[in-house]
């Protein structure tokens, strides 16, 4: 239970760290139109680094969102359910879904960030071209730790149906 907690606490602290990011990406956004419409001196720069910041923003939230189960999901029939029946389908179809197409995504994402360094990737999208292998790490290593979370979103569930309760301490609902 204490490496569950200790990955619970780095996970929450990583999204609580990312929620200031959204205030950088805002400025950069501001800065830029500021500097294009009011002064006519559009940067070469904010278009990359909001598109890197926001996928920063993404990647490393997703965790949190769900050590904190704000997934979205159709509750139609799952909100109806009783809690053992909700963590069933949840431990029977992670592995089935939620690891496979995370496990490929993990596994090309730090194929990439390799690759990435092997080469010098440099964006192609604005007239900037920064390099792109901090970003190809953060993205490998935001979908590392969204396997982190998922590992132990799993191992949870398992320890609730084995034991028919949830610690108070690691009740996320």
């Given at each position: 239970m204490?490496?569950?907690?200790?990955?619970?606490?780095?996970?929450?602290?990583t999204?609580?760290?990312?929620?200031?990011?959204?205030?950088?990406?805002?400025?950069?956004?501001?800065?830029?139109?500021?500097?294009?419409?009011?002064?006519?001196?559009p940067?070469f720069?904010?278009?990359?680094?909001t598109?890197?910041l926001g996928?920063?923003?993404?990647?490393?939230?997703?965790p949190?969102?769900?050590?904190?189960?704000?997934?979205?999901?159709?509750?139609?029939?799952?909100?109806?359910?009783?809690?053992?029946?909700k963590?069933?389908?949840?431990?029977v179809?992670?592995?089935?879904?939620?690891?496979?197409?995370?496990?490929?995504l993990?596994?090309q994402?730090?194929?990439?960030?390799?690759?990435?360094?092997?080469v010098?990737e440099?964006?192609?999208f604005?007239?900037?071209?920064?390099?792109?292998?901090?970003?190809?790490?953060?993205?490998a290593l935001?979908?590392?730790?969204l396997?982190?979370?998922?590992?132990?979103?799993?191992?949870?569930?398992i320890?609730l149906l084995?034991?028919?309760?949830e610690?108070?301490?690691?009740?996320?609902?």
């Amino acid at each position: 239970m204490g490496i569950l907690k200790g990955l619970d606490y780095l996970v929450d602290r990583t999204g609580r760290v990312m929620a200031w990011l959204v205030i950088l990406i805002i400025l950069t956004m501001t800065y830029e139109v500021v500097s294009r419409y009011v002064f006519d001196t559009p940067t070469f720069w904010s278009f990359d680094i909001t598109y890197m910041l926001g996928a920063v923003l993404f990647l490393f939230s997703a965790p949190s969102v769900l050590l904190h189960r704000g997934h979205v999901r159709v509750d139609l029939f799952y909100a109806r359910f009783s809690t053992k029946l909700k963590t069933l389908i949840d431990v029977v179809l992670t592995p089935l879904l939620f690891f496979p197409a995370l496990g490929i995504l993990t596994h090309q994402a730090w194929r990439a960030a390799f690759r990435a360094l092997e080469v010098g990737e440099t964006s192609m999208f604005g007239i900037w071209e920064p390099t792109t292998i901090p970003l190809r790490f953060a993205i490998a290593l935001g979908f590392s730790l969204l396997s982190l979370a998922g590992i132990c979103w799993f191992l949870r569930g398992i320890l609730l149906l084995s034991t028919r309760k949830e610690l108070a301490e690691d009740s996320h609902d």
